[in-house]
């Protein structure tokens, strides 16, 4: 679909007299906390009367009127102003315009194109026009267009966060009214779709860190026919320190062109979408003669390293719609090691839990919520059991079966502990790892790894047909084989004409429901105890919510008068909105998390777990939810000032004094002070000197959540036994705890002056030395015990570069409060490198003369 032709649709939301002279597509409405995308703009003409309109569309390209509904409108009068500018250094072309009528002010972003002069200049026309005559016009034509508010719009629009959603009763009935529509339409779709036939093609490889210098034909063009669509995973595309800390390497071009240079060249393929995360890079393309018919591509990312930040693990994603079919493929690259079959198993989990889609006017999407799933990677789960030679032996044999016997994959996946609901295809070939790069020959090394089956393609959905799964042995330069798989898929297509009738016939049958029904819901507890909540430690609880009426009920939580959420940020609600059928039940799961920022509060007595739910029906009545308990106060989430006042273990203290020591902790720093450092902070920083600094991947590897929790526990209770989990469980808890502080290290208010002085380290220098007597000892008392972790660096992997980037983050943490626009991905980099040049001058230098002397 043409420009001309979107304009049609555009035309036909207005009378005839009311003629469209002007309009913009894919423009964004920007607002300080938001973005909403997908809009259309549209200069409207009635006599000598004109209006700007902002409309939204539920797909793109509109295929009719329907689609678009109107947010705002903006009369051209004598109070309409207009402001233009530009930002010459933004990595694409873009213009901005601030409009302003009566008391209405937004600002739109636009791309630049052809089309932008010509709006522009209508635009003035109209201004120029109205500024001539001597009477103002009226606008009695827009009334029957009532445009809705800023918080209307964030309501109808879902792609924004749980936390951020808004409500007004004015807009409840249309968007009632258009669930009730998806949701008919949805039950109905067999009446309207046929299905055809797709191929698709999934390939991963770990590349090892080489460059794309052999041919790829023998893995991407072998089959009999060029596949519709392409899915291609890479993972270690890049080893270098450069990458895994600031996300950057050349790589990601360099294997991509070679990608598009060996897809299949009977076909004309074009880039669908394209995502990267450190090592991990997912390329989708699509046969050009399909792309018309695709929608709503979007792309994730998730780290599943230490803290969620550093290391070379996780997924990258991919969905989108094609036709009325919705597709994701998952690329992912699992924790490593023999023994690490459960950690592989939580990241599955954790790309599964922390994924999501976010999409204009829906609930954000979970790699669940699709038609069709494909998940690729270097799964990394390996043979237990059985010595290498009795593997390689049976390999050479071509004798699999027995040796599959004892894949963790396999084991874990007939259990349901991973991949619950998915299929892989029988496994005919060699393991994909480990080999001798280079060559055929298995590891050498004197590691002797047991071959496995590393590398796996797996998928979810109806009336998907596996038509091969191979490996590609020819291709030798990695310590792993590449593997692919080609699968029959069928695609749900609309036949617009039957799409026609049928949703005739859903409007006439919605006409009649809703003139003889109204809703009524059955909550089975409005009251939710959650007893005691303890620090990172997740509490669920579930109302049962049953539609007791006879017309599909829509609801969903919204905000209290002058709240900025429905919730408090410790609360999470799922599902926060849902249309639910006559006499269906629908479980609505609390979730009680005290996490960093949420643990500052609670010890300083300015929040509790307390709060009031609202659950509003469309159409119908609210009902209100007491959410309570009880917050075990922990050291995480204390203040370093309230910290080394405290000589007894702080399960000690009574509520009533932790708080008045919170709000005055600025008045507590003495030179009667207790300790020098939190003893907290010494306890963890002198395990680890004791027995880990020379443990392999030292604050590289994440710890284990359940002995995280029991670290908690310890330095709570004060307890005289040794303390409990690994290494790497202390490392991240002593993180989590440097993370945890009312404030970072480096206080936010010098923070700027950090940056500015990153490059000179006598600058650096003089700034610690007049940072807070206690801040001052806790940043250099860690920067020596750092430079002790470098002395072993042969052993725990360690070097400067990666402990100043994971420190830089916690001395110089950003603050939450700052309410400016989110800064781009390469202003973070350029921020992120200068906090690690910062950290850095202070692990390669002497500064024996600032230590305290306490």
């Not at 062109?257 to 060249?265: C, G, I, K, Q, S």
């Not at 690329?331 to 939580?346: G, K, P, T």
């Not at 507890?525 to 009920?553: A, C, H």
Request: hydrophobic content about 35%; some cysteine; aromatic content about 10%.
């Amino acid at each position: 679909m043409n420009q001309d032709d979107i304009k049609s649709v555009v035309q036909e939301k207005f009378l005839s007299s009311e003629r469209v002279t002007a309009f913009l597509s894919d423009a964004k409405v920007l607002y300080p906390e938001r973005v909403m995308k997908d809009r259309l703009l549209a200069i409207v003409e009635f006599g000598d009367e004109k209006a700007v309109f902002c409309l939204f569309t539920s797909c793109y390209p509109p295929k009719s009127f329907t689609d678009l509904s109107i947010e705002i409108v903006l009369p051209i009068d004598n109070s309409f102003k207009c402001e233009i500018d530009n930002k010459p250094t933004d990595p694409e072309a873009v213009l901005y315009l601030n409009l302003q009528s009566r008391n209405s002010k937004f600002k739109f972003e636009i791309q630049i194109t052809p089309r932008v002069d010509n709006f522009v200049d209508d635009l003035f026309r109209g201004i120029d026009a109205v500024n001539k005559v001597p009477t103002q016009p009226e606008f009695v034509w827009l009334k029957k267009y009532k445009g809705k508010s800023e918080e209307d719009i964030f309501a109808h629009t879902m792609v924004v966060e749980r936390s951020g959603v808004a409500h007004t009763q004015s807009s409840a009935p249309v968007a009632f009214r258009e669930s009730l529509i998806k949701h008919k339409m949805a039950d109905k779709e067999m009446e309207y779709t046929f299905c055809k036939r797709f191929t698709i093609f999934c390939g991963t490889w770990n590349v090892n860190d080489k460059p794309p210098v052999i041919p790829l034909k023998e893995w991407l063009n072998v089959d009999k026919e060029p596949p519709d669509i392409y899915a291609v995973g890479f993972q270690e595309l890049d080893l270098s320190k450069e990458t895994f800390l600031f996300d950057q390497t050349v790589r990601e071009d360099e294997w991509y062109h070679a990608v598009l240079n060996y897809v299949d060249p009977r076909a004309k393929y074009v880039k669908l979408e394209k995502v990267r995360l450190v090592g991990m890079m997912l390329i989708v393309l699509i046969k050009a003669k399909h792309v018309s018919h695709v929608s709503n591509v979007i792309c994730d990312t998730v780290g599943t390293g230490i803290m969620g930040k550093m290391g070379n693990k996780g997924g990258v994603s991919i969905r989108f719609d094609i036709h009325n079919t919705s597709i994701c493929f998952v690329n992912s690259h699992l924790a490593a090691h023999v023994e690490e079959y459960e950690r592989r198993n939580q990241d599955f989990r954790d790309i599964c839990n922390r994924t999501r889609f976010a999409q204009p006017n829906q609930l954000p999407k979970t790699i669940k919520d699709h038609d069709h799933i494909y998940w690729l990677g270097d799964l990394n789960y390996r043979i237990t059991e059985l010595d290498p030679t009795t593997v390689k032996r049976m390999v050479s044999e071509h004798n699999f079966g027995p040796v599959l016997e004892w894949d963790q994959l396999k084991q874990q996946h007939k259990i349901d502990n991973v991949f619950s609901g998915y299929l892989e295809g029988p496994i005919n070939f060699k393991p994909t790892y480990k080999y001798d790069p280079g060559t055929d020959n298995w590891d050498s090394s004197e590691k002797n790894r047991a071959p496995a089956w590393c590398d796996r393609i797996f998928w979810k959905g109806k009336e998907i047909t596996q038509l091969a799964y191979r490996s590609h042995p020819s291709l030798n330069i990695s310590d792993h084989k590449p593997v692919s798989a080609v699968f029959s898929s069928y695609i749900k297509i609309i036949d617009e004409e039957k799409y026609r009738k049928v949703y005739e016939e859903v409007i006439k049958h919605l006409d009649k429901m809703e003139n003889e029904l109204i809703p009524q819901v059955k909550v089975d507890r409005t009251e939710i105890d959650f007893g005691t909540v303890r620090y990172l430690e997740l509490q669920v609880q579930t109302i049962t919510i049953r539609n007791t009426g006879k017309l599909p009920v829509e609801f969903e939580f919204i905000k209290k008068l002058d709240d900025t959420s429905f919730c408090k940020e410790w609360l999470i609600v799922e599902p926060y909105k849902k249309s639910i059928c006559a006499d269906e039940v629908c479980e609505i799961h609390l979730k009680v998390l005290i996490n960093k920022t949420s643990a500052c509060k609670m010890n300083a007595g300015t929040d509790k777990l307390y709060d009031i739910l609202v659950l509003h029906l469309y159409g119908g009545k609210d009902i209100f939810i007491t959410v309570n308990g009880t917050y075990q106060r922990s050291c995480f989430g204390c203040s370093i000032e309230v910290l080394v006042n405290l000589n007894v273990p702080i399960k000690e203290v009574a509520v009533g004094k932790l708080i008045e020591l919170e709000n005055k902790r600025d008045q507590t720093v003495s030179q009667q002070s207790t300790y020098s450092i939190p003893k907290e902070i010494w306890f963890l920083v002198d395990h680890i000197y004791l027995h880990g600094l020379k443990e392999p991947n030292l604050f590289e590897q994440p710890g284990l959540h359940s002995e995280i929790l029991q670290i908690r526990d310890w330095l709570d209770s004060g307890s005289i036994d040794p303390i409990p989990g690994s290494i790497h469980s202390v490392a991240e808890a002593l993180l989590l705890l440097l993370e945890s502080t009312v404030d970072p290290i480096i206080p936010y208010n010098l923070q700027s002056v950090c940056l500015r002085a990153s490059a000179n380290y006598l600058q650096c220098k003089q700034i610690v030395m007049e940072l807070p007597e206690f801040r001052k000892n806790v940043f250099l008392y860690l920067c020596e015990f750092l430079q002790e972790a470098l002395q072993h660096s042969a052993e725990n992997g360690l070097d400067a570069k990666t402990l100043s980037t994971l420190f830089g983050s916690i001395f110089l943490r950003d603050n939450p409060n700052n309410s400016h626009e989110p800064q781009t991905r390469i202003n973070k980099q350029v921020i992120d490198k200068k906090k690690a040049q910062f950290v850095y001058h202070f692990l390669i230098n002497d500064h024996s003369d600032l230590i305290f002397s306490r």
